[in-house]
């Protein structure tokens, strides 16, 4: 199967050495990354995969009677299969592989759009302003978050709102219940880290509440377990406000983002009929913001949305 793509059997042997060199490569750069404490920086989700891609496209002889889109599809897959060997080395998660995989292949196909453009070139002057642009772009986006000062804006809010068949007070008696949260079942929440567990007892401004996560990174229950949990502090509480900040945050979530704090809003709708808004102030630490920014933003919303649903709505008392 390696060796269909227009590549000579002979060749195998050294495309595996190629792909475990670079697994083990890859690995050593993320430990490095994480040293310097710039991992969520663009220079391991861009510039790594244009390095790796890079080095498979030079290691990969071009045979001149084969379609380029064989030796692509070929030098694709091995960049795959050495992301993958190297998330298993550290135990990544599976949502960071769902992450992961789309700006790994555009990145991967950039190159190849650059290397398709460059031969061009060569030949005629068509395609010459994009192979000095495109390289620039990637560039400047390979860099993003290695300075604070070199990042687009990293600060967001989402908010998500709830029509519940209850009032006020009685909502507010069940935010500080202790309960067994239920395990999502909607798409995303599937396999985005979600609360296991809310622990509080009073309602009160300075009042510390916990919330505790168990994450099975590999889906499977038990297995690659990640457990935290995150301390919030209530700053302000009145009859239709409660407002926290977050003073400790040892889920898995807080790997790929920082969340400051909520604000929740009660609109009395009727007698028995409150309409709750949950806002989430987080802050991003992947980059670059382009790609981050969006599936950041839709998992807080849904993360959000599956709090009102079991904090506020289905809560399991013990």
Same mark, same amino acid.
């Given at each position: ?27 050593? =750069? ?17 510039? @790594? ?8 496209? /030079? ?13 692509? &599809? ?8 050495? #992301? ?5 080395? /550290? ?15 555009? +990145? =991967? ?20 302003? @994009? ?28 908010? +998500? ?11 507010? *008696? ?13 798409? #995303? ?12 007892? +009073? ?26 949990? *995150? ?25 790929? @983002? ?9 609109? &009395?709708?009727?007698?028995? *009929? ?21 599936? *950041? &933003? #839709? ?20």
């Amino acid at each position: 199967m390696l060796d269909s793509e227009g590549f000579e059997s002979k060749e195998f042997p050294s495309r595996i050495l190629v792909i475990l060199g670079l697994s083990i490569f890859f690995a050593i =750069v993320v430990l490095i990354l994480t040293k310097l404490r710039i991992q969520g920086a663009g220079l391991l989700y861009v510039a @790594m995969p244009i390095i790796v891609t890079v080095i498979l496209l /030079f290691s990969s002889k071009r045979n001149p009677h084969d379609e380029n889109s064989k030796r692509y &599809r070929t030098v694709l897959l091995d960049s795959i299969i050495i #992301f993958l060997a190297s998330s298993v080395i /550290f135990l990544e998660g599976f949502i960071c592989i769902i992450f992961f995989i789309p700006i790994y292949t555009i +990145v =991967v196909l950039a190159v190849f759009l650059i290397e398709k453009l460059w031969l061009k070139s060569k030949e005629s002057r068509v395609g010459r302003p @994009m192979v000095s642009i495109l390289p620039l772009l990637l560039f400047l986006t390979a860099f993003e978050g290695t300075h604070e000062d070199y990042a687009f804006e990293v600060k967001n809010e989402i908010t +998500v709102s709830r029509i519940i068949d209850s009032d006020v007070k009685t909502i507010k *008696q069940n935010l500080v219940k202790p309960s067994a949260l239920k395990s999502p079942t909607k798409g #995303f929440m599937k396999v985005f880290p979600s609360p296991e567990y809310f622990d509080a007892q +009073v309602l009160e401004v300075g009042q510390l509440h916990t919330i505790r996560y168990t994450y099975n990174r590999w889906i499977i229950d038990n297995t690659n377990t990640h457990k935290g949990h *995150q301390i919030t502090e209530i700053l302000t509480v009145s009859d239709n406000l409660i407002e926290t900040q977050m003073l400790e945050d040892t889920s898995y979530i807080s790997t790929y @983002m920082k969340i400051d704090g909520t604000r929740m809003l009660f609109e &009395r709708l009727s007698l028995n *009929q409150t309409k709750v808004t949950l806002t989430i102030k987080f802050e991003r630490l992947l980059h670059p913001g382009w790609y981050f920014t969006p599936i *950041q &933003r #839709f998992g807080v919303e849904a993360l959000g949305e599956s709090i009102l649903d079991q904090l506020v709505e289905n809560r399991d008392e013990l």
